[in-house]
C-alpha cells in the first residue's frame, strides 16, 4: 500500500515514475541475496545449497530486469519476449529449483556436488521449455509468444505455490517447517497478484511503478522473511537413506529424458512451419547433448562419492580389525554377522563357531540372563552398558566392560546391535592392587597413633603386676590391681583386634555387616592420632543396626579415607578442629556422613576431587588416588559418594544400599539334664593351655591338654571329650583341620569344637560342615568362655 500511494503522486506515464517502480523491484530481488549473504556461513551442505540456488535466481533474475529497463528506457517496453525475458524467468524459476536440494532432510554434505548437478539439469529443462514453447514462435512471428509466455508464467507460479504447500505439509514436523510455510503463504500470494499483472500486461495497460508491481515485490519479500526463519545447521550431519539409490537416479535422468521426448514429440505439430521446426529440432538436440553432459557429469560425482565411500568403509574396516577394543555385530534377530580379531582373539572361537551363537552369546553361566535383558534393554532406550563375563572356547571366562548400541532404520526398526568391548581383568586387578596400596600407605598413618595408644595399657599392666609381686598385704589393693590388669588387658586387646580387622586382606566375597560397627572400629582406630591434633572426633551412630551386603575391607577403606581427608583439612596449629561421623537409615538406604568445620571445598575444585591422582597437597605428600579409590567402591556397590554442600567446611555423604536381614531363630538351649564332663584343650601355647584348664576345671569339666594336632588325635579314641577347644593355628595343622580330621575317623562321637584365635579378620565365621561349632577371638574373658559354653552345651562322651 506505501508503495502504491508513493508511486500514485508521481507522473502515471513519466520517467520518474518508471525509474521508482524498477528501483523498487530491484532493490526487494536484491534484498533477498543481502539477507542470504548476510546468513550464508550459519548453512552447509545441501540447507547452503537451497539458499544458494534462490540467491542465484535472484541474481539472474535481477540482470534480466536489468534488461528489460533498459530495452524499455529505448522505447521497446512492451515486447515481452527478448533475451533478457529468458534471464527473468529462469531467475524466477530458482526457488522451484531449490526444492530439489530438500534442506529438511538435513546437510547431508555429502551429497552436495550430486544434487548441484540436478538443479543444473532441471534448470537446462526450465530453459529449453521457455525457449520451446515461447521464444520460438515469438521469432516465427506466430503471435503466441506473448500470450504462450503469459500462460506459462501463472502455471509456473500456482506450480510453485503448491510446490511450496506440499512441501511444508511434508516437513511440518521439522525446524525447516515455518520456513516452508512462509515460503508457500509469498508464493500464493504472488501467484494470485500476477494474474492481475498478466491481464493489464495483455490489455496493454501496465506500467512500472504501478500496483501491479507487487505481483514481484510481494514474492520477493516473503523469501527474505523466510530466510529470518530458517534454522542454522546443526554441528553433526546424518546420512538420509530415505530415498533409495533407484529414485536417486530417476530424478537425475529425468530432465535429460524428457527434452528429447518433449522437444521431438512435438515437432509433428507444427509441420506446417518447416522453419519453426527446424529451430525446436536444433534447441533440442542442442538442450539434449547438454543434458547428457550435465548427466555425465552427474555420474562421475556419483562414481567419486562412492569411491570416498568404499575407501571411507575400507578404512573403517581396518581400524575396527586393528583396534584393541572387541568389537561384535549382530542383526536385529541375534545371528552374529561380524567380529573383529580382536574379538576372535580373546574368545578362542572361529568366525563360523560364532555365527552359530545368538547376541549376546558367549556368555559365562552365571551371565546367561542377560540373554533376555540386553535386547530389552536395547528396543527400549537403544543403548547398554554394562559388565558382561564373556565365555572363552575353552571353558575359562574373562570380565569385559561393553556398549551395546542398537542400530536403526529411518522407519525406527532395529537392524543391527553392534557391541564394544574391552578386557577390564587386568585393570580390575590393578584396581585392587591400588585399594590394598592405599590401604597399607593408610596403616603406615595409623601405625604411630595405635603403637602410642597401646603401650598406655600395657605400661599399666606391667606396673600393676610388678606392685602385685612386691606387694601380699592388701587383697582390697589387689584385687583393684588386677582389675586394672584385665581392664587394659581388654582395651590392648580390642586395639589389636580393630587393627587387625583393618589389615586383613579379606576375601572379596561380600558378607553381611553392621554399618554402625564398622564405623566405630576404624574411627577408634584414628580417635586417639586425632586427639593428640587437637581435633574433636565425634561418633553417632543410629540407635538400630544397618545391615548392608559389603566386602568389610572397601568399607573400611572408605570410612578412613574420608576421616583422613578430613583431618588433613583441619591441620591448622592456629586453631582446635572437630570431626563428626553418624550413620542414619533413609528411605532404604544406609548413609554415612563425614562432617569437619574446616574451610570446605571450593566450587572450582568440587567436579574434580574424586578425579584419580587429583591432589591439593604439594608433590611427594599425597597420592590422590583416597577419594577416587572410595568412589569406585562405592559405585561397585550400587552406592554413592558425593561431596554435598554444607554451611561450615565440608560434607561427605556414602550411600548404600540396605540389606533386609532374615528372621533367625536363637540358638536352641540344651535339653539334656547331665552334665558336661570332658573338654580336650589344643593349643601349643603353654599358658593359654593352662589357662583354658584351669578355667574349665573351676567349672566341673575334665579336661585333657594337648600341643600338637597329632597328640589331640590320639586322647580323642581314648578320652572321648564332649567338646573340644582348639587354636586356629599351630605347628603342624590347625583347629578346623583336626576337628576335620575327627568328625571323618569318628563319625558316631558327637562333640562340639570352639577355635580360638588371635586373628579373627582370618576366620570368616565358623567353616562350612562344622556343625555346633563356634569361635573364640583372643583375648577372651571368662564371662566370653561361659557364654560359648553355654551355646554348645557339650555331650556326656560314651
Avoid at 509466455?149 to 517447517?177: C, P
Wanted: aromatic share 6%; hydrophobic share 45%; net charge neutral.
Amino acid at each position: 500500500m506505501c508503495y502504491a500511494a508513493a508511486a500514485a503522486t508521481l507522473n502515471p506515464t513519466g520517467t520518474a515514475r518508471s525509474l521508482f517502480g524498477n528501483a523498487a523491484i530491484v532493490c526487494a530481488a536484491a534484498l533477498v541475496v543481502v539477507a542470504i549473504r548476510r546468513r550464508r556461513d550459519q548453512w552447509s551442505g545441501c540447507q547452503r545449497l537451497f539458499w544458494d540456488t534462490f540467491a542465484a535466481g535472484m541474481c539472474v533474475w535481477l540482470l534480466g530486469h536489468v534488461g528489460w529497463a533498459i530495452a524499455e528506457a529505448n522505447g521497446q517496453g512492451n515486447h515481452w519476449v527478448e533475451w533478457h525475458t529468458i534471464f527473468a524467468l529462469t531467475g524466477g524459476a530458482a526457488p522451484l529449483l531449490a526444492v530439489v536440494a530438500r534442506p529438511h532432510r538435513g546437510i547431508r554434505q555429502y551429497a552436495t556436488a550430486a544434487v548441484s548437478v540436478d538443479i543444473a539439469s532441471y534448470g537446462l529443462l526450465t530453459v529449453f521449455a521457455y525457449a520451446y514453447f515461447v521464444l520460438v514462435p515469438d521469432l516465427n512471428h506466430e503471435r503466441l509468444g506473448n500470450s504462450a509466455l503469459l500462460t506459462s508464467v501463472e502455471v509456473f507460479r500456482f506450480t510453485l505455490a503448491g510446490t511450496m504447500w506440499a512441501i511444508a505439509i511434508v516437513a511440518r514436523k521439522t525446524d525447516w517447517g515455518r520456513t516452508y510455510r512462509r515460503l508457500a503463504i509469498g508464493t500464493t500470494a504472488g501467484a494470485f497478484l500476477r494474474i492481475l499483472t498478466n491481464q493489464a500486461i495483455a490489455d496493454h495497460t501496465y506500467h512500472v511503478g504501478s500496483f501491479y508491481d507487487a505481483a514481484w515485490i510481494v514474492p520477493f519479500l516473503s523469501y527474505v522473511w523466510a530466510i529470518q526463519a530458517a534454522p542454522a545447521s546443526p554441528e553433526t550431519d546424518v546420512v538420509d537413506e530415505r530415498t533409495s539409490a533407484v529414485t536417486f537416479a530417476l530424478l537425475s535422468a529425468m530432465p535429460v529424458l524428457l527434452i528429447p521426448i518433449v522437444g521431438y514429440a512435438a515437432l509433428p505439430l507444427r509441420a506446417s512451419d518447416p522453419q519453426g521446426t527446424s529451430f525446436r529440432a536444433l534447441l533440442t538436440g542442442m538442450a539434449t547433448v547438454g543434458g547428457l553432459g550435465l548427466l555425465t557429469l552427474r555420474l562421475v560425482v556419483q562414481r567419486g562419492q562412492l569411491q570416498r565411500a568404499d575407501s571411507l568403509a575400507r578404512l573403517l574396516g581396518a581400524a575396527t580389525e586393528q583396534t584393541g577394543d572387541l568389537i561384535l555385530i549382530a542383526r536385529a534377530d541375534g545371528s552374529v554377522e561380524h567380529a573383529n580379531d580382536a574379538f576372535l582373539k580373546a574368545v578362542g572361537f572361529t568366525r563360523r563357531e560364532l555365527s552359530l551363537f545368538r547376541f549376546p552369546q558367549p556368555l559365562a553361566p552365571e551371565f546367561l540372563t542377560l540373554s533376555d535383558e540386553i535386547p530389552a534393554e536395547l528396543r527400549a532406550h537403544g543403548i547398554w552398558r554394562g559388565t558382561l563375563r564373556r565365555r572363552r572356547r575353552d571353558g575359562s571366562s574373562f570380565t569385559a566392560s561393553s556398549t551395546v548400541v542398537a542400530l536403526k532404520n529411518q522407519r525406527g526398526e532395529i537392524t543391527h546391535h553392534v557391541s564394544v568391548e574391552r578386557d577390564v581383568t587386568d585393570e580390575l586387578r590393578l584396581r585392587d592392587q591400588l585399594v590394598h596400596s592405599e590401604r597399607l600407605s593408610a596403616v603406615g598413618e595409623l601405625v604411630a597413633g595405635v603403637a602410642h595408644e597401646i603401650n598406655n595399657p600395657l605400661q599399666a599392666i606391667v606396673g600393676c603386676v610388678e606392685l602385685l609381686i612386691d606387694d601380699h598385704n592388701d587383697p582390697a589393693m589387689m584385687r583393684r590391681d588386677l582389675e586394672i590388669v584385665r581392664r587394659e588387658a581388654g582395651r590392648a586387646g580390642h586395639i589389636v583386634r580393630n587393627l587387625l580387622s583393618f589389615v586383613r586382606r579379606s576375601p572379596p566375597d561380600r558378607t553381611v555387616a553392621d554399618l554402625n560397627q564398622i564405623v566405630k572400629q576404624t574411627a577408634e582406630l584414628r580417635a586417639y592420632h586425632l586427639r593428640q591434633q587437637n581435633i574433636t572426633l565425634r561418633v553417632q551412630c543410629a540407635s538400630e543396626p544397618l545391615p548392608v551386603l559389603v566386602d568389610r575391607e572397601g568399607i573400611q577403606q572408605i570410612v578412613l579415607n574420608l576421616l583422613m581427608n578430613a583431618e588433613q583439612a583441619l591441620e591448622s596449629p592456629s586453631r582446635a578442629g572437630s570431626i563428626v561421623v553418624r550413620t542414619i537409615h533413609a528411605a532404604g538406604q544406609q548413609v554415612l556422613e563425614v562432617l569437619d568445620d574446616g574451610p570446605g571445598i571450593s566450587p572450582e575444585l568440587r567436579g574434580r576431587i574424586f578425579e584419580p591422582f587429583f591432589t591439593t597437597k604439594e608433590v611427594g605428600e599425597g597420592t590422590g588416588l583416597g577419594l577416587s579409590i572410595s568412589h569406585g567402591i562405592a559405585a561397585a556397590h550400587g552406592g554413592s559418594l558425593e561431596a554435598r554442600e554444607s554451611n561450615v567446611g565440608a560434607c561427605f555423604r556414602l550411600t548404600l544400599p540396605a540389606h533386609v536381614v532374615a528372621q533367625s531363630l536363637p540358638p536352641r538351649a540344651s535339653n539334656s539334664g547331665d552334665a558336661p564332663t570332658r573338654v580336650l584343650v589344643v593349643d601349643d601355647e603353654e599358658p593359654i593351655r593352662r589357662l583354658l584348664g584351669r578355667l574349665l576345671a573351676r567349672r566341673g569339666y575334665e579336661v585333657a591338654e594337648a600341643k600338637t594336632v597329632d597328640e589331640a588325635f590320639s586322647l580323642v579314641q581314648t578320652f572321648e571329650p564332649g567338646l573340644m577347644i582348639a587354636d586356629v593355628r599351630m605347628p603342624g595343622g590347625g583347629g578346623v583341620a583336626l576337628a576335620r580330621q575327627v568328625q571323618t575317623a569318628f563319625p558316631g562321637l558327637a562333640v562340639g569344637f570352639i577355635f580360638i584365635t588371635g586373628d579373627l579378620a582370618s576366620l570368616q565365621g565358623v567353616p562350612e560342615g562344622l556343625d555346633h561349632a563356634a569361635v573364640l577371638a583372643k583375648p577372651f574373658t571368662a564371662s566370653d568362655l561361659d557364654a560359648l559354653l553355654t551355646q554348645l552345651a557339650p555331650v556326656r562322651a560314651r
